[in-house]
C-alpha cells in the first residue's frame, strides 16, 4: 500500500492522532488522579500553597472518614496511650476515635440503591423492548414516545410531587422507594437503548430456534439473550452511573434511613473543620464501585458488536 | 419424507392481503420451487407452511395431518433462512449440532450426527472454526448443516443462494441439487430468479400478488404458460404478445390477425373481443412467403443464436434465430410463427385459452 493510500494513514498523521489522545486522556484524568492523592494527603498538605505534588502520603483521610472523633485534654491522652496504627494517627491531633462514622452505612445504601435500580431497570426493560421489537403492539409508536416523554424534563422538575406522594405512602426514606424512582426514570432509557439493540438481532435466529423445537421463551432466554449482551451491559452501566451519582432527589427523599453516599460526602467537610483528604477519599471510593463494574462489562462492550455470521 | 398440499391459503396482514387463496401438492421427495417477483407472497406461503405465520384461513397437510394452526416444532421441519442465521458465538460444530441438543440429544450422538453431516456437505475440515471468519459458501454450507442433522420431513429454504455472488449461486445450486438427489427428501425451496427454478426444479409454483398463476413442471410452465404474467416473467427474451381484436371459435384452428390468417393448435374455448397471441422468440420464423410482415429494427448477435427485434402491425416483436442467418436492419421481412407452440390469451383477464396443446398442462390451476 502507498503512502498517499486513502485508508492507511501516514505515519505522521499517525503520530499526531496518538498525541492527541494521550493529551486527550492527561486532561481526563488529572482531576481524578488529584481527588485521589488529595485523599492521601494531611490536611495541611491538601490545602498547601503552591499546592504540593510530592508529599508523604498518610490514611489519615480515609481514617477520619470511616470513623467520629473527639479531642481529649492532655492527661486522657497520656492515660490512654494509643494501641493501634489508625488510633496513632488521631492521637497526632490529641483526639480518640469514639465510633465509626455512617460513611459505611451510606455507601452500603448507595450499593443496595444503585445496583438494585439497575437490576430492576435492565430486567424490565429487556422484556419491554423485546415486546416492542418483536410483536405487534396496538399504538406502539405513541407507547414508545410516551416511554421516552418522561425524559423530555428534568426528572427533579418533579420532585415536589414526588416528595409529597412518597411522604402520604410511607416511601420516603426507603430504599425501596429509592429504587423504585430510580428504577422509573431509567426505565425509559432502559427501554429505547435496549429496543435499539434487539432490533439488530435478526429474527431469523429466534424462528430457527423456534424450528428446532423451542418455545417462544427459551428462544428468547437462549438465543437473544447472549446475542443481547453487548446492550444489556452497556444499558446496565448508564443506569449505574445515573443512580449512582444522583444527588438532588437523594437530598431531598432520603436523611436518616436510606440516605445515600453522594448527598452524605459533601457533609464530611462539616465535621471537625475542613477535612479535605476525608472528602476526597471519600469520593475516591465512591469512584470504585462504578469504575469496576464498567471494567467488569467492558469485555461485552466490546465483544459481538460485529456480527460476523449475519449478512447485512 | 412428507406430502405437502396446500389448500386455500390465505393470509391478511390488516388491510393488506399478502396471500390470497393458495393451492397446490408438493409430492414426497420432490424439489419444489416458489416462484414470483418480489412481494408477491412467496416467503409469507413458506413461512405460514413452517408455523412461523399463522395462516388467515386455509389448511396445511402434511402427510395427510392438517398443522396450519400447529406449532413450528411440531412440524418437524428445517428451515434455511434468507439470511443464514447462525450463531456467530458457536463454532461450525456448535450451529451444526444446535437443533439436537436442543432436543436433549446426548453429546456423543449429537457428534456423530454432526461427523456425518459434514462428510455429506464436505465441511469436515472447518468444523472447529468459528462462524465469523467463514466464506459465504462455507456458511451456506452450514446452514444446510444445521438443517439436514434433524433429518426433517422437509426442508423449506428461502432464497438460500441470494447472498452468494452469481458465478458461485451456480455452483452452489448444483450442489444443493446434488444434495437432494442423495437424500430425496421433500424441498421447497423460494426465489425469484426464474432460471434457477428452471434448472432445480422439479415442479414450479408461480405466484404473483399473492395468487398462485400456475403450478407444474418447468417445461409445462415455460411452454404452456396459464397467464400472460406467467408467459412474461418466463423466458429471456420474454414471450411476444400480439394484441389484436378478433375472436376465435372453439374446435378452430386459425386466428385472424388484420387480415392475414395464422395457424393456431386447435382450440378448446371460444372467444370475442380483444386477444392475445402469445409466441416465444424461438418460435417466430423469417419467412418471405408469409404475408405477415415487419421491418428488422435491431439484431443482436449471442454466439449461436441471435435476437432479432422487429417492429409489426401488433408491436414489437423479438425472434431467436441461428447466428448465420443474416438479417439486415431496415429490411421488412415475413415472419412466420410455429403454429404448435402457439398460446391464445383473453386480452382483458390475461388467462390462457385451452387448446389441444395445453389442456393438459392447464389442469392443475
Ligand atoms: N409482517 C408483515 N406485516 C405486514 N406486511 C407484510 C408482513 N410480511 C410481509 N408483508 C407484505 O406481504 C407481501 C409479501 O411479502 P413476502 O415477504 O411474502 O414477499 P416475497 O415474495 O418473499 O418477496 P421477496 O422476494 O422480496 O422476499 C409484501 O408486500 C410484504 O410487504
Ligand atoms: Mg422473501
Not at chain 1, 444499558?235 to 432527589?249: D, H, K, P
Not at chain 2, 471468519?133 to 438460500?160: C, H
Amino acid at each position: 500500500m502507498s503512502s498517499t493510500s486513502i485508508t492507511e494513514p501516514s505515519a505522521g498523521q499517525k503520530w499526531f492522532a496518538g498525541a492527541l489522545v494521550v493529551a486527550y486522556a492527561l486532561i481526563s484524568i488529572l482531576p481524578l488522579v488529584w481527588i485521589i492523592a488529595t485523599g492521601f494527603k494531611t490536611p495541611s498538605d491538601a490545602i498547601a500553597y503552591p499546592p504540593k505534588v510530592v508529599f508523604e502520603p498518610t490514611l489519615e483521610g480515609y481514617v477520619n472518614l470511616f470513623t467520629t472523633r473527639t479531642r481529649q485534654p492532655p492527661e486522657v491522652m497520656a492515660a490512654n496511650p494509643p494501641e493501634t496504627w489508625y488510633d496513632r494517627i488521631v492521637a497526632q491531633y490529641d483526639m480518640t476515635i469514639v465510633g465509626p462514622s455512617r460513611f459505611g452505612e451510606r455507601f452500603l445504601n448507595s450499593v443496595v440503591i444503585g445496583f438494585g435500580s439497575t437490576f430492576l431497570s435492565v430486567f424490565l426493560g429487556t422484556f419491554a423492548a423485546y415486546a416492542f421489537s418483536r410483536f405487534r403492539i396496538p399504538a406502539k409508536d405513541d407507547l414508545l414516545f410516551f416511554i421516552l416523554s418522561t425524559r423530555m424534563m428534568p426528572p427533579i422538575a418533579v420532585a415536589i410531587p414526588i416528595f409529597l406522594m412518597y411522604r402520604a405512602v410511607g416511601l420516603s426514606d426507603t430504599h425501596a422507594g429509592m429504587i423504585l424512582l430510580y428504577t422509573a426514570v431509567n426505565l425509559s432509557l432502559s427501554v429505547w437503548l435496549l429496543k435499539g439493540f434487539i432490533d439488530e438481532i435478526p429474527v431469523e435466529y429466534e424462528e430457527a430456534a423456534l424450528i428446532d423445537g423451542y418455545t417462544r421463551f427459551q428462544a428468547f432466554y437462549k438465543v437473544v439473550l447472549p446475542q443481547a449482551a453487548t446492550g444489556i451491559a452497556s444499558t446496565a452501566i448508564f443506569c449505574l452511573i445515573f443512580a449512582w451519582n444522583e444527588y438532588a432527589f437523594a437530598v431531598l427523599l432520603t436523611s436518616g434511613q436510606a440516605q445515600t453516599a453522594p448527598p452524605f460526602i459533601p457533609t464530611i467537610i462539616g465535621v471537625g473543620g475542613q477535612d479535605w483528604p476525608a472528602v476526597a477519599a471519600g469520593a475516591t471510593l465512591f469512584l470504585l464501585p462504578v469504575m469496576v463494574f464498567t471494567i467488569l462489562l467492558r469485555k461485552h462492550l466490546l465483544r459481538g458488536i460485529t456480527f460476523g455470521a449475519v449478512r447485512k | 419424507m412428507a406430502q405437502i398440499r396446500i389448500q386455500n391459503l390465505r393470509k391478511d396482514f390488516g388491510a393488506f392481503t399478502a396471500v390470497r387463496s393458495s393451492s397446490f401438492t408438493i409430492e414426497d421427495g420432490e424439489f419444489f420451487m416458489l416462484l414470483g417477483p418480489s412481494g408477491c407472497g412467496k416467503t409469507t406461503t413458506l413461512r405460514m407452511m413452517a408455523g412461523l405465520e399463522l395462516p388467515t384461513s386455509g389448511e396445511i397437510y402434511i402427510d395427510g395431518e392438517e398443522v396450519a394452526q400447529k406449532r413450528a416444532s411440531q412440524r418437524d421441519i428445517a428451515f434455511v433462512f434468507q439470511m443464514f442465521a447462525l450463531y456467530p458465538h458457536m463454532t461450525v460444530r456448535g450451529n451444526i449440532g444446535y437443533p439436537l441438543r436442543s432436543q436433549g440429544m446426548s453429546r456423543a450422538e449429537t457428534g456423530v450426527r454432526v461427523q456425518e453431516v459434514a462428510r455429506i456437505l464436505g465441511i469436515e475440515a472447518i468444523l472447529d472454526k468459528s462462524i465469523g471468519g467463514l466464506s459465504s459458501g462455507d456458511r451456506q454450507r452450514v446452514a444446510l448443516g444445521r438443517a439436514i442433522v434433524r433429518r426433517p420431513k422437509a426442508f423449506f429454504m428461502d432464497e438460500p443462494l441470494g447472498a452468494l455472488d452469481a458465478e458461485f449461486r451456480e455452483h452452489m445450486a448444483e450442489e444443493l441439487r446434488a444434495l437432494h438427489d442423495r437424500m430425496g427428501a421433500t424441498t421447497v425451496y423460494v426465489t425469484h430468479d426464474q432460471l434457477e427454478a428452471m434448472q432445480m426444479g422439479d415442479k414450479i409454483v408461480v405466484m404473483n400478488h399473492g395468487v398462485v398463476e400456475q403450478f407444474g413442471v418447468p417445461q409445462d410452465i415455460y411452454d404452456w404458460p396459464a397467464t400472460m404474467f406467467v408467459a412474461n416473467f418466463i423466458g429471456s427474451p420474454s414471450m411476444n404478445f400480439l394484441r389484436f381484436d378478433g375472436m376465435v371459435g372453439a374446435g378452430s384452428q386459425s386466428v385472424d390477425l388484420s387480415g392475414v390468417p395464422v395457424e393456431i393448435p386447435l382450440s378448446r374455448d371460444g372467444a370475442s373481443g380483444r386477444l392475445v397471441l402469445g409466441v416465444r422468440p424461438e418460435h417466430v420464423r423469417l419467412d418471405d412467403g408469409s404475408r405477415y410482415r415487419a421491418l428488422v429494427l435491431a439484431t443482436e448477435y449471442l454466439g449461436t443464436t441471435q435476437i432479432v427485434t422487429l417492429s409489426a402491425a401488433h408491436g414489437e416483436i423479438k425472434a431467436r434465430l441461428p447466428a448465420d442467418r443474416h438479417v439486415g436492419v431496415g429490411e421488412t421481412v415475413g415472419l412466420r410463427f410455429d403454429p404448435r407452440t402457439i398460446t391464445l390469451f383473453e386480452g382483458e383477464r390475461g388467462r390462457a385459452l385451452r387448446s389441444a396443446a395445453n389442456e393438459r398442462s392447464l389442469g392443475h390451476v
